[in-house]
């Protein structure tokens, strides 16, 4: 007992009145909290004595909301552009691309051709145009790419075939550069 005596100085009971009055703010609204419990009344819409009615919602109906689906919001003028019905398309025959074969690149795993369509080039700004990189199965202006020969490709669209070589001396004749 004297040495605790003596261990104490004014700093540790600052710390300790300190700790209290801490202690006695935060146990205090603890011990005093009204725990109250309203068991909700059974009957839809009942009130009980000393509380209010609650307010009624309102909920807009369906038809309240065709107006955002007529309009859309990604237009300009608010309207749904038109379909044109594949009918159309089909009366018509498609255009015949002027393909041009740059190279081919053949390998264990498959192979790549770089095939350009003068009628409908890929350009992109800043770089003017570009070749198209197809593999097999892959599609350049409605044309899939059936096989790689080291010097010439195969398309075909339906049962039209198109072979594209690669030593074609009038579809080089415009290089890309």
């Not at 710390?15 to 935060?26: E, P, R």
């Not at 209010?52 to 990604?74: G, V």
């Not at 145009?129 to 199965?137: A, C, D, E, N, W």
Request: hydrophobic fraction near 40%.
């Amino acid at each position: 007992m004297g040495y605790f005596l003596r261990s104490i100085n004014v700093l540790n009971i600052i710390l300790f009145g300190v700790f209290a009055v801490s202690a006695c703010y935060l146990i205090s609204p603890l011990l005093h909290m009204d725990t109250g419990y309203v068991v909700p009344s059974a009957v839809k819409g009942a009130v009980r004595a000393g509380q209010e009615a609650p307010a009624q919602s309102w909920a807009p109906a369906a038809p309240d909301f065709t107006i955002i689906a007529e309009q859309n919001l990604f237009n300009p003028e608010r309207k749904i552009p038109v379909e044109k019905p594949a009918n159309a398309a089909e009366g018509k025959p498609l255009p015949k691309p002027e393909f041009v074969l740059y190279g081919t690149l053949i390998t264990d795993e498959g192979g790549l051709a770089y095939i350009e369509d003068k009628k409908s080039p890929l350009s992109t700004p800043g770089r003017g145009k570009r070749v198209s990189v197809l593999r097999k199965g892959d599609s350049l202006s409605g044309f899939v790419l059936r096989s790689i020969e080291p010097d010439r490709v195969v398309l075909s669209r339906g049962d039209e075939n198109v072979a594209v070589s690669l030593n074609d001396p009038k579809a080089r004749s415009q290089n890309l550069f």
